[in-house]
Each structure stands twice: as C-alpha cells, then as structure tokens.
C-alpha cells in the first residue's frame, strides 16, 4: 500500500481488519521494545515536560494588552502553529514569541495568510516582510503557517479552544493541544506525517497526502484512517505496557510519542545529522518490527527487554 489502510480484503494473518490492525500494533510494540531507554524515557517525558512550560506562560501580557488566561490557550496556542515544526523545543518557544506581537504584525500575518494568486484561488506564498518580522520577533516559529498563526492570534484573542481546532476537521492540532493540556489522562493520539508513517512501516514523499486531516467517526458512523491509526496505537500501549516495564502505565499519547522519537532516531541515523533521509518508502522496521540491518546499532542493550 502507497500508505498506510485498513484493508477490506486481508490476507491469511489479517482475517478481519480488526485482526489486521491487531498485529500492527504488536509490530509498533515490538519496536518500541528494542528501543534504547533514553528514547523512550523522553517519549514519555514530552507530553508533561511541554505541559509545564506552557503552565509557565499562564497570566502572561501580551504585546496587545492581552493576557493568556489559562492553559488551554497556552496548549492551543503551541498546536495551532505545530503543523510544518519539529516536535522539540520550538514548540515550547511558540507561546512566549508570539505574544511579543503586536497588532501591526498580526495585521501583516493575517494579510499573508489570505492573499491568493493570481488564480484567486491557491493561497499566494507568505509575504517575505512576515517572514523577516518573525525572525526578528519569533525566530523559531518562521516554519510555522501562516494560517497556524493566525488560529494561534484567534486564541490569544479569546476565541474557544474547540471553535479554533475543531476535532473533526483538525484532529492533529486538536488532540495535541489536549495531550499538552492533560498529559496524565488519555486525550486522545496525535497523528501527524510521522507518526503516520511510522503505523505505516514507510517514510513518505512530504508531497503525498496522508488521509489524516478528518477524524469524523461521529458524524460519519465510521472511523476515519486518522482514527484507524489512533486505534492501533492504543492498542499498542496497552499490550507494551504488560510486555515491558519501560512501558508500564503509559497512555496512548504517551506512546505515540515514544515511537515518534524512535522513529526520529531512525531517520538521523541516532542524533548523527539533523535532517533524515530522503522520504522514498523505505521502512522503519522488518515486517515485524525489529531492527533492519542498517541501524542494528541503534538497539545495542535492549535485548534484555525482547
């Protein structure tokens, strides 16, 4: 499969889709046991770590003349712009940068963001003085959408956490901001492009669309593949957590992050270089989630764990 699917025709191993995602989820397991510890414990530690910096922005004034209320806007805030940004530090930066903006500069993103080519229809690239105004004000978040932003202001500006990122048109930005909001109770899973791939057992062209922008099995009485992969992810937590103390109490989010920084370590050949590899279809794993050949020195003294 060019991505990842829940088939509706399986094979010998996968009777039923159930079946099939089913062993998916013990091949995440399995990858997620021959990972070292310090991947894992920072998987773990992500969720709660961002948590509490963003606790930290909480009655903070704006350049505005606005204050972060609480920390549903301050999570909402670090998720509205995640999309296009790395999961590490300059996610925790988005909320202290952003709210050194000032209204002329929000005026100047919101221009950006709506302008169209001559089309009048494709969204025109962003303004190159949008561009040089965040390097200058909010360096890390100049990979950030100019869209993202905008829902970020919309936030800051006193707007409702679920009319900003809707659930079922926003499920990635929705369910991180929840999982940074409450890192101790299940929220949900965030699905973004790696995590994705990662299910999928494929790195995939940035160009190709993933199918995760809906998660609509409320409305729709179906689950949506955003909502196939959360399923098998949590799966996974639960069956790692009863195969290896490691795991032991983790929630679903909790593991998607874990595998999250796996597959991280996967792509930059162990923290060696900074940008992965070329995004062709190879895989993270064998078949069955173990090391392939090429990265077997990623997993020197797990064995203990297996």
């Given at each position: 499969?060019a991505?990842?699917?829940v088939?509706?025709?399986?094979g010998?191993?996968d009777k039923?889709p159930?079946?099939?995602?089913a062993?998916?989820?013990?091949r995440l397991?399995?990858?997620?046991m021959h990972l070292?510890?310090?991947v894992?414990?920072?998987g773990?530690?992500w969720?709660?770590?961002?948590?509490e910096?963003?606790?930290k922005?909480v009655?903070?004034?704006?350049?505005e003349?606005?204050?972060?209320?609480d920390?549903?806007?301050?999570?909402?805030?670090?998720?509205?712009?995640?999309?296009?940004?790395?999961?590490?530090?300059?996610?925790?930066?988005?909320?202290?940068e952003l709210?050194?903006?000032?209204s002329?500069d929000?005026?100047?993103?919101?221009?950006?963001?709506?302008?169209?080519?001559?089309?009048g229809k494709?969204?025109?690239?962003?303004?190159?003085?949008v561009?040089a105004?965040?390097?200058?004000k909010?360096?890390?978040?100049?990979s950030?959408?100019?869209?993202?932003?905008v829902?970020?202001h919309?936030?800051l500006?006193?707007?409702q956490?679920?009319?900003v990122?809707?659930?079922a048109s926003?499920?990635?930005?929705?369910h991180?901001?929840?999982?940074?909001?409450n890192?101790?109770?299940d929220?949900?899973?965030?699905v973004?492009?790696?995590?994705?791939?990662?299910?999928?057992?494929?790195?995939?062209?940035?160009?190709?669309?993933?199918?995760?922008?809906?998660?609509?099995?409320?409305?729709?009485?179906?689950?949506?593949?955003?909502?196939?992969?959360?399923?098998?992810?949590r799966?996974?937590?639960?069956?790692?957590g009863?195969r290896?103390?490691r795991?032991?109490?983790?929630?679903?989010?909790?593991m998607?992050?874990?595998?999250w920084?796996?597959g991280?370590h996967?792509?930059t050949?162990?923290?060696?270089?900074?940008?992965?590899p070329?995004r062709?279809?190879?895989?993270?794993t064998?078949?069955?989630g173990?090391?392939?050949?090429?990265d077997?020195?990623?997993?020197?003294?797990?064995?203990d764990?297996?």
């Amino acid at each position: 499969m060019a991505f990842f699917d829940v088939p509706k025709s399986t094979g010998p191993d996968d009777k039923t889709p159930e079946q099939f995602m089913a062993n998916t989820a013990r091949r995440l397991v399995t990858m997620g046991m021959h990972l070292p510890n310090h991947v894992i414990e920072s998987g773990r530690q992500w969720y709660p770590v961002v948590h509490e910096a963003a606790k930290k922005t909480v009655g903070m004034d704006t350049a505005e003349g606005r204050r972060i209320k609480d920390i549903s806007t301050a999570g909402g805030i670090i998720a509205a712009v995640s999309p296009n940004l790395d999961f590490d530090s300059r996610n925790i930066h988005a909320v202290t940068e952003l709210a050194g903006l000032e209204s002329s500069d929000w005026d100047m993103i919101r221009r950006s963001a709506t302008a169209k080519q001559a089309d009048g229809k494709t969204q025109a690239p962003r303004n190159p003085e949008v561009t040089a105004m965040l390097r200058e004000k909010a360096p890390s978040l100049v990979s950030s959408y100019d869209t993202g932003l905008v829902k970020a202001h919309r936030l800051l500006s006193g707007d409702q956490l679920r009319d900003v990122l809707p659930r079922a048109s926003a499920p990635k930005t929705s369910h991180f901001a929840d999982n940074i909001i409450n890192p101790f109770e299940d929220t949900g899973v965030t699905v973004d492009y790696r995590h994705h791939d990662i299910v999928a057992n494929q790195m995939i062209s940035p160009k190709v669309s993933r199918g995760i922008s809906t998660a609509d099995l409320k409305t729709a009485g179906r689950r949506t593949r955003y909502e196939d992969i959360e399923h098998i992810t949590r799966l996974a937590s639960t069956l790692a957590g009863k195969r290896d103390e490691r795991f032991r109490g983790i929630l679903p989010h909790d593991m998607q992050a874990i595998l999250w920084m796996g597959g991280k370590h996967i792509e930059t050949q162990g923290g060696a270089r900074r940008v992965g590899p070329a995004r062709k279809g190879q895989p993270y794993t064998t078949e069955t989630g173990a090391p392939l050949p090429r990265d077997a020195h990623f997993w020197v003294g797990t064995a203990d764990h297996l």
